[in-house]
């Protein structure tokens, strides 16, 4: 595959990361705006479960069909056009509606884009990594910036509609470019779709997939969250911290991937999470406000690698992965969205220390689960 083949699929990489980016430092400002508390924060990203998944596990099946060209173009228009009406709303029941819309929107984007990812680079776990890394490179940049720009009173909604505009002009730039698996594939089912991570055995790998991705969105609300509402950080400190956490993860997608084909890609994504989950309990457990930001930044380093390599673990290098990665990634979603609904209903039961101590938890779990060698089926066996 060229690099001019790739190059629109890497600034999609980045855009994304951006746009969560920007969430993991906004959340706060988004909570005073819509007046809720921890739990009813909890219950808005909670109802976004549900439009993820569906997303993730029609887009596997829908990217395989039509190809991850017209499919991630489309995608990019409608998340585009979804995170300029959420920006332009001030009535907070449809801001609440029109987020629901914009996260299943990101969703569609966010598995054709692993697809083509991983049809282009899952044979070569290091490539792979070094290509999710844009994701923590838009995201650290995203942070960054919108640290700044609020502490400037800059409002988010004008980050989100300069986010918009890329969006589109990255759905152009998608329309015309030679993306992996971008060509018309097979027609398959959502239901075949979903059974195909049964008949390949990959349900375990499902579940640690969830695991990950449950600890990568906890943190990714919560965290900052947590140094700024209860430790005191400032919002630039704040923001600064979740920085320097993508910073490390960035560096750890781009430089490990030596080591993950080593040590191979199962036991590298779960090392990953077991770091997560140490740094999420030294954060849950500090008193000092920079001993809680070092630990934010060792589970930001431990959920960057699982994503990459388990997919490529459970794809092995195949040219249409779509089944595969939009089982897994619905899987995912469940788990990235539900993390923060999770953490923000233990946080109004007790309080947010517990809730991240959960997360924490939750990821030594996932590195300690057992998983087995996927059994590679051909398409007759769905």
Same mark, same amino acid.
């Given at each position: 595959?060229?690099?001019c083949a790739?190059? /629109?699929?890497?600034? %999609?990489?980045?855009?994304?990361?951006?746009?969560w980016?920007t969430?993991?430092?906004v959340?706060l400002?988004?909570?005073?705006?819509?007046?809720f508390?921890?739990?009813?924060l909890g219950v808005?990203?909670?109802?976004?479960?549900?439009?993820?998944?569906?997303?993730n596990?029609?887009?596997g $099946?829908?990217?395989? &069909?039509?190809?991850t060209?017209?499919?991630?173009?489309?995608?990019?228009?409608?998340?585009?056009?979804?995170?300029?009406?959420?920006a332009? +709303?001030?009535?907070?029941?449809v801001?609440?509606?029109?987020?629901?819309?914009?996260?299943?929107?990101g969703?569609?984007?966010?598995?054709?884009?692993?697809?083509?990812? %991983?049809?282009?680079?899952?044979?070569? /776990?290091r490539r792979?990594? &070094?290509? =999710?890394?844009?994701?923590?490179?838009?995201?650290?940049?995203g942070a960054?910036a919108?640290?700044?720009?609020?502490?400037?009173?800059?409002s988010?909604r004008a980050?989100w509609?300069g986010?918009?505009?890329?969006a589109?002009?990255?759905?152009?730039?998608?329309r015309?470019?030679?993306m /992996?698996?971008g060509?018309?594939?097979?027609?398959?089912?959502?239901?075949?779709?979903?059974?195909?991570?049964?008949?390949e055995?990959l349900g375990?790998?499902?579940?640690?997939?969830a695991?990950?991705? @449950?600890?990568?969105?906890?943190?990714? %609300?919560?965290? #900052?969250?947590?140094?700024r509402?209860?430790?005191?950080? *400032? #919002?630039?400190?704040?923001?600064?911290a979740?920085v $320097?956490?993508q910073? @490390? *993860?960035? +560096?750890?997608?781009? %430089?490990l991937?030596?080591?993950?084909? =080593?040590?191979?890609e199962?036991r590298?994504?779960?090392?990953?999470?077991?770091?997560?989950?140490?740094?999420?309990?030294?954060?849950?457990?500090?008193?000092?406000?920079?001993?809680?930001?070092?630990?934010?930044?060792?589970a930001?380093?431990?959920?960057?690698?699982?994503?990459?390599l388990?997919?490529?673990?459970?794809?092995r290098?195949?040219?249409? /992965?779509?089944?595969?990665v939009?089982?897994?990634?619905?899987a995912?979603y469940?788990?990235?969205?539900?993390? !923060? !609904?999770?953490v923000?209903?233990?946080?109004?039961?007790?309080?947010?220390?517990?809730?991240?101590? @959960?997360?924490?938890?939750?990821?030594? #779990?996932g590195?300690?689960?057992? @998983?087995r060698?996927p $059994?590679?089926?051909?398409?007759?066996?769905?």
């Amino acid at each position: 595959m060229s690099d001019c083949a790739v190059r /629109p699929l890497r600034a %999609t990489f980045v855009a994304f990361g951006f746009f969560w980016g920007t969430w993991a430092v906004v959340a706060l400002d988004v909570q005073r705006f819509l007046d809720f508390s921890d739990a009813q924060l909890g219950v808005l990203l909670a109802a976004t479960v549900f439009g993820g998944v569906v997303a993730n596990g029609a887009g596997g $099946v829908i990217a395989e &069909r039509h190809g991850t060209r017209t499919v991630l173009s489309v995608a990019l228009v409608v998340w585009g056009a979804l995170l300029l009406l959420l920006a332009a +709303t001030t009535n907070r029941g449809v801001f609440c509606a029109v987020f629901l819309l914009t996260v299943s929107g990101g969703g569609l984007v966010d598995v054709t884009m692993n697809v083509a990812a %991983t049809a282009a680079l899952g044979s070569s /776990p290091r490539r792979l990594l &070094r290509m =999710h890394a844009l994701y923590n490179g838009g995201a650290l940049v995203g942070a960054g910036a919108s640290g700044l720009l609020l502490a400037h009173d800059v409002s988010y909604r004008a980050i989100w509609a300069g986010i918009s505009a890329l969006a589109v002009a990255l759905a152009l730039r998608c329309r015309t470019a030679d993306m /992996p698996a971008g060509e018309r594939g097979e027609h398959h089912t959502v239901r075949q779709g979903l059974g195909a991570l049964r008949a390949e055995g990959l349900g375990m790998v499902a579940i640690v997939f969830a695991i990950g991705a @449950l600890v990568e969105g906890g943190v990714g %609300t919560w965290g #900052v969250l947590f140094l700024r509402a209860h430790l005191g950080l *400032a #919002v630039a400190a704040g923001a600064g911290a979740y920085v $320097v956490g993508q910073a @490390l *993860a960035t +560096t750890a997608r781009s %430089t490990l991937g030596w080591t993950a084909e =080593h040590v191979g890609e199962r036991r590298g994504a779960q090392l990953g999470l077991a770091l997560g989950g140490i740094g999420l309990l030294i954060e849950a457990t500090s008193t000092s406000s920079w001993l809680a930001a070092a630990g934010l930044g060792a589970a930001a380093v431990g959920a960057a690698v699982y994503w990459p390599l388990l997919l490529a673990y459970a794809s092995r290098g195949g040219e249409r /992965p779509g089944l595969v990665v939009g089982g897994l990634s619905a899987a995912g979603y469940v788990g990235f969205l539900a993390g !923060p !609904p999770v953490v923000g209903w233990v946080a109004q039961a007790t309080d947010l220390r517990w809730g991240l101590a @959960l997360l924490g938890a939750a990821s030594l #779990v996932g590195a300690c689960l057992r @998983l087995r060698e996927p $059994v590679l089926l051909g398409p007759l066996d769905l």
